[in-house]
């Protein structure tokens, strides 16, 4: 299966520990998106890159919140001191020149 | 700015029954609107989406939804409605480089 894949699936941990997801897209996707999705609402933008250059990024993501994509290849996204506001859903998804975006099943974190 | 307001969070219809879910968007820019599928515990997927070529799009298993500038709608439709089309849909625009989601509507299908 050459779609988008993310890892862990699921990640329980205890507040104020970090967490690492990791998020590897279709190869010849030149762009990759980060969205965060909590139950009963839609995903909400939080970042994205093009190649290895983080384009923009959402007031969402706070200075706990850190996304790197070395190399224009797979990407990782950092929670440092996780509070219970973070447990969400956290999906990846990349595209082509800004195409149709093509997502991974997501990263669920719980944070007790 | 761009927004997207999906009318209705329920939708409940019975196998073999039309559906119809709707979509309004806001946008400074003539949009590219797409609608995405989530079934439990699966990732997003891509139904259809309009990019200012036909205003009436196909997509896959059978659903549709047509673009009317007027009204600022892109709303889904799809003339029966299976089991399997039981899911969350998201409506979404897309203006330059970023994609802005709507809240949702989840469509139970009865049967």
């Known amino acids: 299966d050459t779609g988008v894949s993310q890892n862990p699936r699921h990640k329980i941990t205890k507040r104020g520990q970090n967490v690492t997801f990791r998020c590897d897209p279709i190869s010849e996707h030149n762009r990759l998106y980060w969205y965060r999705q909590t139950l009963g609402q839609g995903p909400e933008f939080l970042t994205y890159f093009q190649n290895e250059a983080q384009l923009e990024k959402s007031r969402l993501l706070s200075d706990r919140f850190s996304a790197e994509r070395p190399k224009g290849s797979f990407s990782t996204l950092e929670i440092q001191r996780t509070e219970q506001g973070d447990s969400a859903m956290y999906l990846c998804a990349s595209s082509l020149d800004g195409q149709e975006l093509f997502f991974g099943e997501g990263s669920r974190l719980t944070v007790l | 700015a761009q927004s997207v307001t999906q009318l209705d969070s329920h939708v409940s219809v019975s196998e073999g029954t039309p559906v119809l879910l709707r979509c309004n968007y806001s946008?400074?820019?003539?949009?590219?609107l797409f609608w995405y599928v989530q079934h439990p515990n699966k990732g997003l997927q891509l139904l259809l989406k309009?990019?200012?070529?036909?205003?009436l799009v196909k997509g896959i298993n059978g659903f549709e939804a047509e673009f009317k500038k007027s009204e600022t709608s892109f709303h889904l439709t799809k003339p029966s409605a299976h089991m399997s089309d039981a899911a969350e849909y998201f409506c979404?625009?897309?203006?330059?480089?970023?994609?802005?989601f709507g809240s949702g509507t989840k469509l139970n299908v009865k049967p």
């Open positions: 309009y990019t200012s070529a036909a205003t």
């Open positions: 979404v625009v897309r203006n330059f480089n970023k994609f802005y």
């Open positions: 946008s400074s820019y003539s949009p590219s």
